[in-house]
């Protein structure tokens, strides 16, 4: 099962982009690498949310997907997934059917930060194929 090692830095700098642009959802890229069946995240990216409505959902600019893959494509690390909020949630936010319905990379881990006036909590999940031929999240580990 792989599971994603998030730093307590990583952690307070996307905290402090959820809370910047809250109470739209904040969105970004999780830069690292994989060891095993760890993802090793040792820093992130903001990108800007264009989504109609980032009040509820988030759309990163496919341009900003293409340039970030560039930057990191001679490089030890790359994307290893991306994160986004879900402002004035429950904690331990679940994807939505907006995020299951976006997947477009079965390799790249997906972070949720659900915050609200009680605190902010991180979820984690990878791609899964369904019997349907559908993508779904499965929950894995932050450590």
């Given at each position: 099962m792989v599971s994603i090692k998030l730093s307590n830095q990583i952690k307070?700098?996307?905290h402090h982009h959820a809370l910047k642009e809250y109470p739209k959802e904040c969105c970004g890229f999780l830069i690292g690498y994989a060891k095993d069946n760890l993802l090793i995240c040792v820093d992130i990216?903001?990108?800007?949310?264009?989504?109609?409505?980032p009040q509820n959902f988030f759309e990163i600019n496919p341009q900003d997907i293409i340039n970030i893959q560039k930057?990191?494509?001679?490089?030890?690390?790359l994307v290893i997934g991306h994160y986004h909020s879900h402002p004035n949630m429950i904690l331990?936010?679940?994807?939505s059917k907006k995020d299951i319905d976006s997947i477009h990379d079965s390799n790249l881990c997906w972070v949720?930060?659900?915050?609200?006036?009680?605190?902010?909590?991180?979820s984690a999940y990878m791609p899964e194929l369904t019997?349907?031929?559908?993508?779904?999240?499965?929950?894995?580990?932050?450590?």
């Open positions: 307070n700098n996307i990216k903001n990108a800007n949310n264009i989504a109609k409505n930057k990191y494509r001679n490089t030890k690390l331990n936010s679940k994807p949720i930060v659900g915050i609200n006036n009680d605190g902010i909590e991180y019997k349907e031929n559908t993508y779904d999240l499965k929950k894995i580990n932050i450590i």
